[in-house]
Structure formats: C-alpha cells, structure tokens
C-alpha cells in the first residue's frame, strides 16, 4: 500500500492517504487475521492526545494498533502492554517502523520479516566485554533471545517463483 507519508502529523481522516489511512489498513489486516485466529488474537486501537511539545506544534491525537495472540499452549501468557495489569509479559514486539518489502538494492522480500535487537551496550567496559567474550556471550540480552526464539520457530518459506 502507498500512503505518501505515515507522519504523527499528516491527515487522520483522508480514507486513502496518510497516517489514518495507514492505521486503518493496519488495524484491518490485523482484524482479519484475528478472524483467522480461532479467537486466540484480539486487535484494539489506543487512541491519547499527545500535548504539544517540541517536536508536535499542537495536541495532536496518536493512535497504536495492538495486537494480542494467545498462545495454545499456555494462553494466560500475554505479548503486549499488560505489565500494568501484572500480566505474565514473556515478550513485546514493537512494530512502530513497519516498512517496505523493497529493499535499498532493489530487491524485494515480502515474505520475510526483519527483527532488529539490541547490540554490545555502549557503556560496556573493557572487564565486561572480556566476561562476555569468555563466556561466549557475544549478545544475550533479552531482546537477543526472543529474536533467536522467533527464528526458530519460524514457519518454512515459502519457495518464490524461480526459487525451485
């Protein structure tokens, strides 16, 4: 889909363009796979008035699409914003920088999802990357390891035309 531009201040109400065209297309793709769900995921939309500050000139209204699934194994583990309601978080994805499926070579993907982790933390001294490296640790943060679990987990591709 073309939107022009996703920006938090672009028009929320233009059906084709925009931010809001962006956020509805996204809230329905997800509604239909929750219809696909057999009940396992639910989709909201949280909606606050962002007050102006230095990078928004006016209060500006901000809408999050959220997606749960329920697992089928242990469905009162949550992925999502319930830390608050003391929710058993097992993990989160945040998807605020969805993108194309074109990469910057031209080569196009819409199969595959990029999942971005953390690196070595900046303010690593030299006696905790001597510890790490030891270890074998190169990247073992949390976020590292919920990435290695997704992959692994991942469902096989898909061949694409030509792949076979």
């Known amino acids: 889909m ?6 938090t201040l672009s028009s929320q ?3 084709a363009r925009d931010i809001g065209a962006a956020t509805r297309w996204v ?6 796979s929750a219809a ?3 009940g ?3 989709v909201v939309k949280q909606s606050f008035t962002q007050p102006a500050g230095p990078r928004i000139p006016t209060p500006t209204v901000i809408t999050n699409v959220t997606a749960t699934l329920r697992g089928a194994t242990s469905p009162d583990r949550l992925y999502a914003e319930f830390k608050a309601a003391g929710a058993d978080i097992q993990g989160m994805f945040s998807d605020d920088i ?6 910057d070579d031209g080569t196009r993907d819409p199969h595959t999802l990029r999942l971005f982790t953390e690196g070595v933390p900046t303010a690593e001294t030299a006696a905790q990357a001597a510890i790490r490296r030891a270890v074998g640790g190169e990247v073992d943060g949390p976020s590292r390891q ?5 992959f692994a ?3 096989p591709r898909r061949p694409r035309a030509g792949s076979w």
């Open 146 to 150: 919920l990435g290695r679990f997704v």
């Open 2 to 7: 073309s939107f022009g531009t996703r920006h």
């Open 98 to 103: 969805v993108g194309s499926s074109t990469a």
């Open 27 to 32: 809230f329905e793709q997800l509604q239909a």
């Open 13 to 15: 109400s233009d059906p």
């Open 40 to 42: 396992r995921m639910t």
């Open 153 to 155: 987990r991942r469902p």
């Open 36 to 38: 696909a769900s057999g």
